[in-house]
């Protein structure tokens, strides 16, 4: 199984960026910590982090598990006590938790990533998850793509009593990037898909002003380097409007993260 592409230097100068926003006589001292542990030899990882109105802490990802990774979603207490945890493994490869987060208003936990799509492998499948509180699952959906490859989501967020997902399917030529509209009871409302030369959805956005934005990358040819992608599009999925930048390096270029700006844009 390929993963999706994570620039290690982004995560660094996002790093960088906020220890250089603190206050240089500001004090922060360790409350706590946790470590998890998984079977294997391999890496274990934490991808998203959510948070519910009681303080509770929500994190997926995943755990090598002998041969493969496995998704692990957990919940933790305010102060890192674990309460409960959930571990799923579709086919023996590796299974990874990409996104998490809360519906505060229905009570649900709503989980994103990506699983072998069966035992002799035939490539990724995009795997969608609502849980309650307790990590017990409720129900669960895949996508594969028409291309039967690699199917990947990125990014999950819930809001207005939606689900959005990004990420990118692939085609009968090539890949597109993705973005799906979802019930709280994962029943599919709309999704678009828009096929480019490596595309790669790592955010989506509901925004107030009720459009949804999503961004990632994408080559702008099959010969060229990655640019930066955003595109916008309506309370439907309908696309509206689209920006791609590429840096002067002319290597790969990513948004990772967008911010509503309170007045129909975002910041990325």
Do not use: C
Not at 193 to 202: A, C, D, M
Not at 222 to 244: H, M, P, Q, R
Request: proline content about 3%.
């Amino acid at each position: 199984m390929v993963a999706m592409m994570r620039n290690p230097l982004s995560r660094l100068i996002a790093l960088l960026a906020l220890f250089l926003a603190l206050p240089a006589s500001a004090s922060y001292p360790l409350i706590s910590t946790t470590t998890i542990a998984g079977s294997g030899a391999g890496a274990d990882a934490v991808n998203g982090l959510a948070q519910d109105a009681s303080g509770n802490l929500y994190a997926a990802g995943y755990l090598t598990q002998g041969s493969g990774s496995d998704i692990w979603v957990a919940k933790f207490s305010p102060s890192l006590v674990l309460l409960s945890s959930y571990t799923y493994d579709k086919a023996g490869f590796s299974d990874i938790a990409w996104a998490v987060d809360v519906d505060t208003a229905g009570g649900g936990v709503f989980v994103a990533g990506v699983v072998a799509s069966s035992a002799t492998y035939a490539g990724d499948d995009i795997w969608v998850a609502k849980f309650d509180s307790s990590l017990v699952l409720i129900s669960s959906l895949s996508v594969n793509g028409p291309g039967n490859n690699r199917d990947v989501a990125g990014r999950l967020r819930v809001s207005g009593g939606s689900v959005y997902v990004v990420g990118r399917t692939s085609e009968t030529i090539g890949a597109a990037s993705w973005v799906a509209r979802y019930d709280t009871n994962l029943v599919l409302l709309s999704s678009a898909s828009l096929i480019q030369f490596e595309p790669y959805g790592f955010e989506v956005l509901p925004s107030s002003s009720g459009s949804v934005f999503a961004a990632g990358s994408r080559a702008p040819d099959a010969a060229t380097s990655v640019d930066a992608w955003i595109g916008k599009f309506d309370s439907n999925l309908v696309l509206v409007a689209s920006a791609a930048l590429n840096g002067s390096a002319s290597n790969t270029d990513q948004y990772h993260r967008l911010v509503d700006d309170g007045a129909g844009g975002v910041y990325a």
